[in-house]
């Protein structure tokens, strides 16, 4: 890996003299370096060697998009061998546990993360009224860690020799993740998840770091902290959680690469303390859930008002609960660790932060909610999505709060019913935001539209398929069925086969999200006007849509007619249901 790095410095030290180029956002004149003046380099040389953040927010998009499929492809294989209670599909309960274990792996730290930096990188630029990122190289070198942090998670699935995926599950508990046992994870597959893992978190901290500096010190002289936008107040949020996290993941992966590669004891049995492990993850593990939601409500708070006609209800409440959650996210860890036998006292503690944090969420709901009453609401997709968000979120939220009290928690704890909430917030809630601002931004980014039935026809899909897989799996928890399972008792179904065919409807709603993606973005008619969703007849329009008209105004003409285009959600909509 080492010696893979040095040649791409060496070659992109050939491609461009980096000594003389002067970012423009770090204070350097145009005419500096004349850097801003060339042409971007042609091809594939151009993606390799960009340090244009919205470029760079396309290469995290598409990486996010690649690590969605193959997440849920590896998801589909699963609920395949779940529709029986025998092992019928996979054959093996060890390809199950692999399946699992980097299906987690791949939706938290290669979609999840990846996704919302492909948001930021685009448009905190733009909205803030930046000439780039704070720091445009290291942004580069961000994106590319993760590709071999990507093909080091993947490498047991590859035909490796001696190389088997990692059975850990995604929370990597020891003494199982060091290789403790007369088990196959002392296989050389585990350490080079932990490798990609810590790739992964390299990266997420330099992004971090690039944010917050973009963020502080690159505001336009308008922009000050009164009117900084909500999304650019989440993004600052999650980034200083990032900071205070990732860096404890990093420190507590590489403890257990020493147990396991160099006898230490961190962990291991036999002077370790197998506990420690889960304080340390969990210390990172809850404040990556907030890392991981917070920028979607951000495009939820920032989107929703645009199709209810009016400004966000209560946004410095809005501003403060964001805040608010950052802070308190670092005191729930251990409600993961009730049914550990830690002191009691302890435990009381963690409930009652656990239930508290539930208030700046609450809070955020009811403005989304109290935003949308009374107000002129046009249900295109982007505001589909919207909603479809809130409904999850509330749903998942309401669940989470049983398992934040200790009784109820030691209950059902390990059981379906952790699966089905942690998927309302992750999939229902965090995957529905996502959506929700590609849909929305789309015409901005492409300068072209969607196909409007097939993002319906997605919503919808994904609506319902969101309700039965994950409710199912409510039930199946309440009835006590373990998680983490290849094989169940008969009298589980029926329930499991429900929630197969939810993951279906989501699987053909995901077929048609990408196959309209790729189609409108080749293919789909051009955006007539630099205000598509009509936002200036309410007051609504925003800087990056402004950017986008003045891209607009000084494109050069290429000839080409552009036909007339019914806009998702515009005039035309008005008089078919929209």
């Known amino acids: ?27 350097g004149g145009v005419g500096e370096s004349g850097y801003a003046h060339r042409e971007k380099p042609a091809g594939l040389i151009r993606w390799l060697t960009t340090v244009d953040h919205k470029d760079i927010g396309l290469l995290y998009g598409l990486y996010a998009t690649i690590a969605f499929v193959v997440g849920g492809l590896m998801v589909m294989l699963m609920r395949a061998e779940l529709t029986t209670p025998a092992e019928d599909v996979l054959g093996s309960a060890t390809f199950y546990n692999s399946l699992l274990t980097s299906h987690g792996i791949t939706m938290l730290f290669l979609f999840g993360t990846p996704i919302i930096a492909a ?53 990597m508990y020891t003494p199982l993740s060091a290789g403790v046992g007369a088990g196959n994870q002392a296989n050389v597959g585990v350490d080079l998840m932990l490798l990609g893992l810590h790739l992964t978190g390299v990266s997420a901290t330099m992004g971090a770091v690039n944010f917050i500096a973009t963020i502080f010190t690159e505001r336009a002289e308008e922009v ?64 990556e859930v907030y890392i991981l939601v917070l920028p979607p409500m951000g495009i939820i708070s920032y989107v929703l008002p645009r199709f209810s006609g009016r400004k966000l209800f209560g946004f410095k409440f809005v501003v403060y609960s964001t805040l608010a959650i950052g802070v308190l996210s670092f005191g729930v860890w251990a409600h993961h660790m009730f049914a550990t036998g830690i002191d009691p006292r302890l435990r009381a503690s963690f409930m009652a932060v656990s239930l508290a944090i539930a208030i700046p969420s609450a809070v955020k709901t009811f403005n989304w909610i109290t935003t949308m009453w009374n107000g002129d609401l046009r249900l295109t997709t982007p505001m589909l999505f919207c909603i479809g968000f809130v409904s999850n979120f509330i749903i998942g939220g309401v669940t989470g709060v049983f398992l934040a009290s200790v009784p109820v928690d030691l209950v059902l704890h390990d059981t379906y019913y952790v699966v089905g909430h942690f998927h309302y917030i992750v999939m229902g809630a965090i995957t529905f935001a996502g959506m929700a601002g590609i849909y929305y931004w789309f015409p901005l980014v492409t300068g072209r539209w969607y196909q409007r039935s097939l993002a319906k026809a997605h919503f919808w899909l994904w609506m319902v398929g969101t309700n039965i897989t994950f409710f199912a799996m409510v039930l199946l928890g309440y009835g006590g069925m373990p998680r983490r399972y290849a094989t169940y008792l008969p009298q589980f179904a029926t329930l499991h086969q429900i929630t197969t065919l939810g993951a279906a409807l989501l699987f053909v709603g995901g077929l048609i999200w990408v196959y309209n993606l790729f189609v409108s973005w080749m293919e789909g008619q051009h955006v007539q006007s630099g205000d598509p969703w009509k936002l200036a007849d309410k007051n609504l329009n925003t800087a990056e849509w402004d950017w986008f008209e003045r891209q607009r105004e000084t494109a050069v003409v290429d000839g080409g007619r552009e036909e007339d285009v019914r806009a998702d959600g515009g005039e035309d909509a008005e008089h078919d249901g929209e």
């Open 1 to 27: 890996m080492g010696a893979f790095l040095v040649g791409v410095a060496a070659f992109l030290a050939r491609v461009e003299d980096w000594r003389s180029y002067t970012p423009l956002g770090a204070g």
């Open 119 to 171: 948001f930021a990188n685009y448009l905190i630029p733009l909205i803030i009224g930046a000439d780039d990122m704070a720091f445009p190289r290291i942004n580069a070198i961000a994106f590319w860690l993760l590709p071999p942090g990507a093909l080091l998670i993947w490498a047991g699935f590859f035909p490796i020799p001696d190389v088997i995926p990692a059975q850990t599950a995604w929370t």
């Open 224 to 287: 000050t902290w009164a009117n900084l936008d909500i999304f650019s107040w989440t993004i600052l949020t999650q980034s200083g959680l990032i900071l205070f996290a990732f860096p404890l993941l990093g420190s507590a992966l590489v403890m257990l690469l020493l147990d396991r590669n160099f006898g230490t004891t961190f962990f291991a049995v036999g002077g370790g303390d197998p506990i420690l492990w889960q304080h340390l993850f969990w210390f990172f593990g809850h404040p």
